[in-house]
């Protein structure tokens, strides 16, 4: 599959660019870093099926798109041909899900996103059922802490109006630049089944014919993985179509490339070990 990395870049790289024209054009995106709009469904939920975050593509594929990699990842890696069966295709999956955990669960503290928000004008905001919004101190984001209007009283104004009872709610961080999470996933994610499918139809690197052909359950591993690019590919149109501001979307793409090149490491260093090895005998 010659060119397979290339094409992939070529096709995200367009569909963020029209999805986002499109968004910006017909003003079909939501600024998901405005505090005052960000809880509320989407301005087109009613008259735009994927501009609802409940939409099934959004809950079931794209908020649980590391659980589907992996899978994908796995049934093509253990059904591959034992001559494409690498440590080095191992460690890329292990950089990549490296990857994904500093940027969205935890880095020394606060995930990589969490800190680009909280250093750009970010604040740590509560949306109550009023629809007030609470700005309360950056730890509470930083431990995800649950906040309650018993517990945490102090926190909320004497003048607002609260809920009866005891509410609580886990505050979130707002404004600043809130960069696009499904895109810089979709985006690594993308290419990097496109990087892993292509080991598939790249010439074996062994003589014996045995150890590059197929094994019979490696026929559905590769058309799972395609199905599960093409729905990545769809995903991206819909949030730069209907989530985040430009900037975002552009800042999550271009993080997503990143990430990937950071997956090629384990096959630069290969190369650059094999061109020493042969340079010294």
């Given at each position: ?17 029209i ?17 005052l ?7 087109l ?7 609802s975050?409940k939409?099934?593509?959004?809950i ?10 992996t899978?994908?990842f ?7 041909p ?6 080095a ?22 995930p ?23 700005t ?17 009283s ?16 886990v505050?979130?961080?707002?404004k ?20 892993q ?18 094994p ?40 997503g ?14 190369s650059?070990?094999?061109s ?6």
């Amino acid at each position: 599959m010659p060119g397979a990395r290339t094409a992939a870049l070529a096709a995200l790289t367009t569909v963020v660019f029209i999805g986002t024209l499109y968004s910006v054009g017909y003003e079909t995106y939501l600024d998901t870093s405005n505090p005052l709009i960000t809880a509320l469904p989407h301005h087109l939920h009613r008259t735009d099926y994927f501009a609802s975050k409940k939409n099934p593509l959004n809950i079931y594929f794209t908020k649980k798109l590391w659980g589907w990699i992996t899978v994908t990842f796995l049934f093509h890696f253990l059904t591959s041909p034992r001559a494409v069966r690498t440590k080095a295709r191992l460690a890329q999956y292990l950089i990549a899900t490296a990857v994904w955990l500093a940027f969205t669960t935890w880095f020394f503290g606060p995930p990589v996103f969490d800190r680009l928000t909280a250093s750009t004008g970010g604040e740590c905001t509560l949306h109550l059922p009023s629809g007030a919004v609470v700005t309360i101190p950056q730890q509470y984001c930083s431990t995800k802490s649950t906040v309650s209007t018993t517990t945490h009283s102090a926190l909320f104004p004497a003048s607002l109006l609260l809920p009866d009872g005891e509410w609580t709610g886990v505050p979130r961080l707002r404004k600043g630049h809130d960069v696009s999470g499904h895109v810089f996933l979709l985006t690594m994610s993308m290419l990097f089944l496109v990087d892993q499918l292509r080991q598939s139809f790249a010439p074996a690197p062994t003589a014996r014919p045995s150890d590059a052909r197929w094994p019979s359950y490696h026929n559905w591993a590769v058309a799972f993985g395609g199905v599960v690019t093409f729905l990545s590919l769809f995903a991206v149109y819909t949030t730069s179509v209907y989530f985040h501001t430009p900037s975002e979307k552009f800042t999550g793409y271009l993080l997503g490339v990143a990430a990937f090149a950071l997956t090629q490491l384990p096959h630069y260093l290969k190369s650059a070990t094999s061109s020493t090895d042969k340079v010294g005998s």
